[in-house]
């Protein structure tokens, strides 16, 4: 078959996604790329779903006329993803898309609300736990979502019971949001805390983050799989201060995170606790996490 030289526009996690695969197999860009329309094209011709990363601005209905032909059919998208409500989407999402001449047997044919209304959500949606701890709900602090590509996901989803509390050996927010995004670090945490007391998420709860390394807690190794990761901009080097505006955020962060994935206190500590082998780190040098455990406990209504 002849092949043919076209310009073709893609977003960022599929440009990302080639030139990793790209590097990793020693091809040109150009070539992956293609090798991921061909397999496109041939799930669509054998009616086999796709997939589609949510862009900035993207709704349901804008996904399913980019795909479809037809805004109207947006409900099929949703119902591919057990989507409850169709705005309830976000940037970097990766959707199931079916194939346009097949519909769940399941589903009873409605005739479609019109398309939602356009939503650029700054959070990923927070995840349901069953059983929260007991006491008044602590709020959810303003949180700043910048998505990491460095992440896979949780052994299990549910599996969260421990915090662990880093510093990011530099003074610059930014410069941390760079490393997380940068592919080639293969690094990331859950949350960034900036001197300021600004929170930027970088990876969900209910996925796993590459903060941890080799580490064990309790008897249980491996705690990227069952933790979350907070970093703290700081030096490190024992002198640079922890401002209270940071200190603040990071307790009102702990306390919600605790609340709502039915954490124990106790069981937040920070990455010097759990690096093997023991002493390969030092963070979060000159914070004081037994403070942090009381003042959360005291925001938890707990004695």
Not at 232 to 240: E, R
Request: aromatic letters at 6%.
């Amino acid at each position: 078959m002849p092949l043919r030289t076209v310009q073709v526009d893609v977003d960022d996690a599929i440009f990302q996604a080639a030139l990793n695969r790209a590097t990793r197999e020693g091809k040109a860009i150009g070539q992956v790329i293609g090798e991921f329309l061909s397999q496109y094209a041939q799930g669509a011709a054998a009616g086999a779903p796709t997939s589609y990363t949510v862009q900035r601005g993207d709704t349901l209905g804008r996904i399913a006329q980019k795909l479809y032909g037809d805004a109207r059919k947006y409900p099929l998208i949703q119902q591919a993803n057990n989507l409850a409500n169709a705005s309830n989407i976000w940037v970097g999402q990766v959707l199931v898309i079916p194939p346009l001449n097949s519909t769940p047997a399941s589903v009873t044919p409605v005739t479609p609300a019109p398309a939602p209304t356009p939503v650029t959500p700054v959070t990923p949606p927070t995840p349901v736990v069953p059983t929260p701890s007991a006491g008044t709900p602590p709020p959810q602090p303003s949180i700043q979502w910048v998505g990491s590509p460095n992440f896979n996901q949780r052994r299990s989803p549910d599996d969260i019971t421990a915090i662990v509390i880093h510093s990011t050996a530099n003074n610059r927010l930014q410069g941390v949001i760079d490393w997380f995004n940068n592919p080639n670090s293969q690094v990331s945490a859950h949350y960034t805390i900036g001197k300021d007391g600004k929170i930027v998420q970088h990876v969900r709860d209910t996925d796993r983050a590459w903060h941890a390394g080799q580490s064990v807690w309790k008897g249980r190794n491996s705690c990227n799989d069952y933790t979350i990761g907070i970093e703290l901009v700081n030096l490190n080097d024992g002198q640079d201060p922890y401002p209270e505006a940071q200190h603040r955020a990071n307790v009102a962060l702990c306390a919600y995170l605790c609340y709502i994935h039915n954490i124990k206190v106790d069981d937040i500590m920070g990455h010097l606790d759990i690096a093997l082998p023991p002493g390969r780190k030092s963070d979060p040098r000159g914070y004081d996490l037994n403070r942090l455990r009381r003042e959360v406990a005291a925001a938890l209504g707990e004695n």
